[in-house]
């Protein structure tokens, strides 16, 4: 057996080579399992047959294989998945039945009269195992025929395709066309097979080039990155005051200035959760995480090196905090933890522990399981925790950690004006001997001798928030407190009414001190950070990111024609922010709603703010149009109009008009700055109603005569204006394409399948629709159907090409034949997607998904055209007739002109080679059925 120590021995090609040999003298094991299964006469010859074989050693040949299906990296692990289920499935047969399942034979007979389920059947795990045996037969034979010069995609994707994928789906043979890219060269691999590599790690250097962090993806130089994941939270502050680290997600963020000033920013990654971090010095770091690894770094020139890493507990970790050595700085810090031992709710307590020399961990008492982090405070000796309005205080001893005292108050619920809800303390903060409590109905409690009396009924109340706040305390005794109201309140002892910093820029959600109390650092509800100077009360410095609110509507999600690299999207309520996905920062802003700051959740006190929010909008070079609505009250929507100066760091409003809250789309045209129809803008509402607005410099008029509503049918989606006028209404299962112009109707298309999204492709000539169950593409110069596909993507489509969204993978494909470009896949179903252009021929792809806004840059894989490799994924798009390009560009975009053809089906009927075209009887009667006889009469 072996030891968790020895770790898993290598790839052994011997060992297979010797049982193979064995197991090929021998009648094959999936020969023998057809003919028990067509013989009923459970005493046949075959049942004493000689060529049986054991399945002790069928397994075993597996158990080798499953580690070179391994070395093919993380790609491969749903086949080495499958492959190990099927392993321990048959290992544990047999130890349940040994006699029954000693032999391939028996195993098959012991199972015939039973009626055992396909997961639990030992015959078709043994079927299922083959599949994988003759995959790696195939590639390892073809892999030793072949040259190094050779490639080695090319090989085990012909090696799958013939074998395995033809028990695979589409999405996973999708995958592997991709998965073959990150297999190691011929040699490296031969190396491993041979067992003459002296490090699996050189094996594994190029497949950890592509898949980083468990992510796929498809170039050596193409990464995922997290632009906005979880929001900030356990902020700390260095000793000088100079360098900020905050947690989000997996990552601590550490940004300080240098000695010129200049902001600068690390990010160091870690395996899971990271739920504390503190400054020993400042330039040492200790991070703790949730599956209690306790790592220390300390500060290089440019990154920060990790100098000792432990776990000290093999159970998740619920908050941490740190006791500073008092004298000795190089001494290590003493680490608390808060430890949950199980993840049964029957769990009644937690375990409060603290580290010791060498990472060991001592248990020191219990306290109640039902905490959240913000309701523990640990500090110098004294462990204090709130449930529901009780505030608990465990004094213990220096030396031994024996409880000296244990104190309880409890506060009466509803201390202001409002009794009608029940309340709860919500947070502590504990500095020196003075402990604060936060109350969900806006009081604060102070209690000044913590060290020796505990929370008595002796304290200090402060009631001027009207929700639960963030607070802290100085060293002095001073309580800071910030919340929903956008304002930092400090209450000093002495005073009357709190010192105020008002009008934040946002709710605060976060709320930390200095060690000498000089300064605060406060997290935004927007995601954003400041310091200020408590001295002077004010903002010190403000930190750039990427604003992230979770009340805004986040409805705003594009790209804009004059900031091509930029994407726009939602900011705080009110605002919409333009960033740079590849610095990840935000270029700049734009107060739409032109409210000030928005109240933070009230909630608890029944209090529900009122604001407006931006739903849609649409740019050209010249103009932004946006439509606002109301959040938490029912009243109608603001269309406005603005004049956009320079590049879009300064607007102009222009006209400002409310509509009923059902107009939710906006269009305008996008294409060309010479169009005749730049200053045309369409708005259309979920009933049906189209309008259409006339811009200019000075005012906006809805031309009335242009007002339009199809069947007054309900609208899903339109199209942004065309150069030439046209755009398209997407109306249940109809796609409307209108002449802007004077609100004609050119076509009708129908598309049998309700609409989701319409948008033309960059020649303004092809519309891309998508639906529940496919897509079309619709030639709107000939009024043809070009192609048509059964698969339920989404789509992007904008001037850098277009793209369809399924899942986790994203396809760039022609726009007039559906063939596919290329693909890449992010680490998460991707909702909304964005894609631009950074430098020739370099794409950023931009997607909103459930783990956040992800960004995988830069170009990837190959790109078609003359000289180059054009990847021939077997998808939906690629069983599309193939179109000749030459043919289908021989009409240039600036002369196409609405041209109606007598019928669209008239001219399906004689598209083609003449050689492919039917017998005249089966022409005959269609031609006058489609295209002779009068068009029928719209309902």
Known sequence: ???????????????????????????????????????????????????????????????????FIKMLGKIFEFVEKDVREKIDLLKELHESNPEGYKTVITMVLSEKPI??????????????????????????????????????????????????????????????????????????????????????????????????????????????????GQPYSNIMISPNNRILAATTGTSCEVIYSDKKGDAARRVIKHDSDVIAVFFHTNERLVTVTENGEVTEYEAQERSFEKLVSRRVTAFPVVCAFAQKP????????????????????????????????????????????????????????????????????????????????????????????????????????????????????????????LKTAGVSDTHHRIHWHKVGSHVAVTQFGNVLSAGAECVLARHSKGQKEPTLLPRLPAPVTGLVLSDDSSTCALIMEDNSIHTVLLSTMAIKSSLSTLEYCPRSLNTVFCSDPLRPKDVAM?????????????????????????????????????????????????????????????????????????????????????????VPNDVVFVATCQTSAASNFVNTIVTASTSGAISVWDYSEKDVREDLERSRNWQEAEIRSISNIQADGKFVSAHGQHAVLWNVKNMKIIDVLSCEDD???????????????????????????????????????????????????????VMRFDAENGRVLETMQFSAPV?????????????????????????????????????????????????????????????????????????????????????????????????????????????
């Open 115 to 228: 009626d055992k389920k396909e997961k639990e059947s030992g015959a078709i795990a043994i079927l299922h195992l083959n599949r994988a045996l003759e995959f790696i037969v195939e590639f390892m034979y073809a892999a030793v025929a072949a040259s190094n010069e050779d490639s080695i995609p090319k090989i085990c994707k012909e090696c799958y395709d013939g074998t395995l994928a033809k028990h695979h789906p589409w999405i996973i043979r999708t995958a592997v066309k991709v998965a073959v890219y990150t297999l190691p060269s011929r040699e490296r691999m031969l190396e491993y097979i041979r067992g003459s590599a002296p490090d699996e790690s050189m094996i594994r250097g190029h497949i950890d080039d592509v898949v980083q962090h468990g992510k796929l993806m498809e170039h050596p130089e193409n990464i995922e990155v997290t632009l906005v």
């Open 831 to 939: 909702d909304e997607l964005i894609v631009i252009e950074q430098r020739k021929a370099i794409l950023v792809y931009v997607a909103k998904t459930a783990k956040g806004i992800l960004c995988n840059r830069p170009a990837l894989i190959k790109n078609s055209g003359k000289g180059s490799e054009v990847i021939d994924l077997k998808t939906p798009f690629n069983q599309l007739a193939r179109i000749s390009s030459s043919t289908s560009k021989s009409i240039s975009s600036s002369d196409q002109q609405f041209v109606r053809q007598p019928r669209p089906e008239a001219a399906r009927l004689f598209s083609g080679p003449v050689h492919q075209l039917p017998p005249i009887s089966f022409i005959a009667p269609l031609f006058i059925e489609k295209s002779l006889l009068p068009p029928p009469t719209r309902p």
């Open 1 to 67: 057996t072996m030891t968790d120590t020895e770790g898993p021995s290598p790839f052994c090609i011997k060992l297979v080579a010797t049982q193979m040999k064995k197991l090929s003298t021998e009648k094959p094991a999936v020969k023998i399992i057809t003919e028990i299964t067509d013989n009923n006469d459970e005493n046949s010859p075959v049942t004493n047959s000689p060529e049986d074989v054991e399945l002790l050693t069928f397994v075993e040949v597996y158990e080798e294989l499953c580690k």
């Open 326 to 449: 008092r004298l000795d700085e190089e001494k290590e810090l003493e680490i608390w933890l808060v430890v949950k031992k199980s993840s049964a709710k029957s769990q009644k307590f937690y375990d409060v522990c603290v580290t010791g020399a060498n990472g060991s961990i001592e248990k020191l008492l219990e306290i109640p399981s039902n905490l959240r982090k913000e309701q523990i405070a640990i500090s110098d000796r004294v462990i204090s925790y709130c449930q529901g309005l009780e505030v608990n205080s465990i004094i213990l001893k220096d030396d031994d950690y024996s409880v000296v005292k244990e104190t309880k108050y409890t506060s009466k619920n509803g201390g202001g004006h409002d009794d009608e809800h029940i309340h709860e303390i919500e947070r502590l903060a504990v500095n020196g001997n003075f402990l604060v409590a936060s109350i969900s109905d806006g009081r604060v409690l102070q209690w000044s001798n």
């Open 570 to 658: 939602n900011g705080k309520p009110g605002t919409i922010q333009w960033f740079d996905p590849v610095t990840v920062t935000t270029q700049s802003k734009m107060h739409v709603t032109l409210e000030n700051a928005i109240d933070g959740d009230m909630t608890t006190r029944g209090i529900r703010s009122a604001f407006r929010d931006v739903l849609t909008v649409s740019f050209t070079p010249t103009l932004a149009a946006t439509i606002e609505k109301f959040i938490n009250y029912d009243g109608e929507n603001h269309l406005r109009f603005w004049q956009r100066i320079g590049n879009a760091t300064k607007t102009k409003l222009v006209a400002s008009i409310a």
């Open 755 to 809: 609409i989701q999204k319409v948008e033309f492709a960059a020649d303004g000539r092809h519309l891309i629709v998508s639906t529940k169950k496919g897509v079309v593409c619709w030639d709107t110069l000939c009024l043809l159907v070009v192609w048509r596909i059964q698969q339920s993507v989404g789509i992007l489509v904008n001037s850098v090409g277009c793209f369809a969204i399924d899942g986790t993978q």
